[in-house]
Each structure stands twice: as C-alpha cells, then as structure tokens.
Nanobody, 120 residues
Framework: QVQLVESGGGLVQAGGSLRLSCAASISIFRINSMGWYRQAPGKQREWVATITSSGSPNYTDSVKGRFTISRDNAKNTVYLQMNSLKPEDTAVYFC??????????????WGQGTQVTVSS
C-alpha cells in the first residue's frame, strides 16, 4: 500500500504561481511513474502531468510552458510548479502513483486532493 499526501494548494490571482507537493510513503524509486490529475466542478478528472522513474516529464497541452513537474528522490516527493495560472486551472488536484507488479498488474494510488482556486 502506498500513501500519497498532497499539499500546497490555495487561492491565487490569475497570473500567479503555486507549487504543489506530493509526498509518498515509500521510496519513489519503487514507483514507475507519478503524476498529477485535476478535477473541476462538474467535469471529469483529467490528466495534467506525469514524471517517470527515469525523470522524463510529460504534460497535457493546456499546461505546457506553464507547469513543471519534478521529483526529489531523497524526499520521496514529487512537485508541480504552476506558473501563469489561469481561472480555468481551478480544480482539485490529485497526486497519482503507478506501480507495475512483477506479474504486469498495474496498481494505481491516489492522494486525497488539494484545492487550487485561481481568481480572475
């Protein structure tokens, strides 16, 4: 079992910045990939960014050039630096961890979510 604890959400004006953190209860070397998803009111949860165990990042188009995902292996923590925030970035942000078992079973773990609100 993996516990993920997010922090860093809050209220910010458009154009501002926030940094989200996701602390894992196990060494993130054991996690194949970690990422961030978000869910706005009345909408489905959508993928935002992922970073692999080798450190390769990927982003959804709407955040490219504004958000940066990174990892600190010593702290078992993944970050999402969000710059130039827009009102449409308002959502609950969830941390995700994917572990592939020895038998190819995929295990998904989720944090409890942290609210990000961007005012116009």
């Amino acid at each position: 079992q993996v516990q993920l604890v997010e922090s860093g959400g809050g209220l910010v004006q458009a154009g501002g910045s926030l940094r989200l953190s996701c602390a894992a209860s196990i060494s993130i070397f054991r996690i194949n990939s970690m990422g961030w998803y978000r869910q706005a009111p009345g909408k489905q949860r959508e993928w935002v960014a992922t970073i692999t165990s080798s450190g390769s990042p990927n982003y959804t188009d709407s955040v490219k050039g504004r958000f940066t995902i990174s990892r600190d292996n010593a702290k078992n923590t993944v970050y999402l630096q969000m710059n130039s925030l827009k009102p449409e970035d308002t959502a609950v942000y969830f941390c995700n961890a994917v572990i592939r078992g020895w038998d190819a079973t995929v295990y998904n773990y989720w944090g409890q979510g942290t609210q990000v609100t961007v005012s116009s």
